[in-house]
Antibody, heavy 120, light 107 residues
Framework: EVHLAESGGGLVQPGGSLRLACAAS????????MDWVRQAPGKGLEWVAR??????????EYAASVRGRFTISRDNSKNLLYLEMNSLKTEDTAVYYC???????????WGQGTMVTVSS | AIQMTQSPSSLSASVGDRVTITCRAS??????LGWYQQKPGKAPELLIY???TLQSGVPSRFSGSGSGTDFTLTISSLQPEDFATYYC?????????FGGGTKVEIK
């Protein structure tokens, strides 16, 4: 069964750091682009970052709101996707989802989400 | 950044109604658009990709159309399980952007 499972969320103070992980199973991980999407409480969806597949050399894109503070990476030997978050701000408070890209505009598999709360 | 303007932001409808939701892109995105359904406390689910291709397992009452800047999601006959929030997503240029969402409520 194709599955994604996030972990690593929690409460962190402004300026702090957190690393999220997403465990992938049931598919050939290196074949797919992977993304992080977040949703602040009561708000809509916001795309955060993308890491491409092996064919596209695992290149990376970021939303402007996180560029320079967040780092997306993947460990293809362990089928893990990461989001390293530094210099966290209160506005980073959200549920963070990892997603698998099937094709443009098609995030066909989502994890259950992990909550990140940035507060003093 | 490409802006995705989704309308309406909410609507009330009855079971059996035909429902139409639109997304307008601030510039042309060919057909690089997906539609998602999200229920409270759950992750979004893909309904439609490449503007009009039905995702496997999604009921045929859902359909998508459009290209360029104007896109439509149609539910032909609203069912009780369709009450949810719907989002469009453009994957034509970076940053990827979602529409603001349409909450479909029971009339």
């Amino acid at each position: 069964e194709v599955h994604l499972a996030e972990s690593g969320g929690g409460l962190v103070q402004p300026g702090g750091s957190l690393r999220l992980a997403c465990a992938a199973s049931g598919f050939i991980f290196t074949d797919h682009y992977m993304d992080w999407v977040r949703q602040a409480p009561g708000k809509g969806l916001e795309w955060v970052a993308r890491i491409r597949n092996k064919v596209n050399s695992y290149t990376i894109e970021y939303a402007a709101s996180v560029r320079g503070r967040f780092t997306i990476s993947r460990d293809n030997s362990k089928n893990l996707l990461y989001l390293e978050m530094n210099s966290l701000k209160t506005e980073d408070t959200a549920v963070y989802y990892c997603t698998r890209d099937a094709i443009r505009g098609a995030f066909d598999i989502w994890g259950q989400g992990t909550m990140v709360t940035v507060s003093s | 950044a490409i802006q995705m303007t989704q309308s309406p932001s909410s609507l009330s409808a009855s079971v059996g109604d035909r429902v139409t939701i639109t997304c307008r892109a601030s510039q042309g995105i060919v057909n690089d658009l997906g539609w998602y359904q999200q229920k409270p406390g759950k992750a979004p689910e893909l309904l439609i990709y490449l503007a009009s291709t039905l995702q496997s397992g999604v009921p045929s009452r859902f359909s998508g159309s459009g290209s360029g800047t104007d896109f439509t999601l149609t539910i032909s006959s609203l069912q009780p399980e369709d009450f949810a929030t719907y989002y469009c997503l453009q994957d034509h240029d970076y940053p990827l952007t979602f529409g603001g969402g349409t909450k479909v409520e029971i009339k």
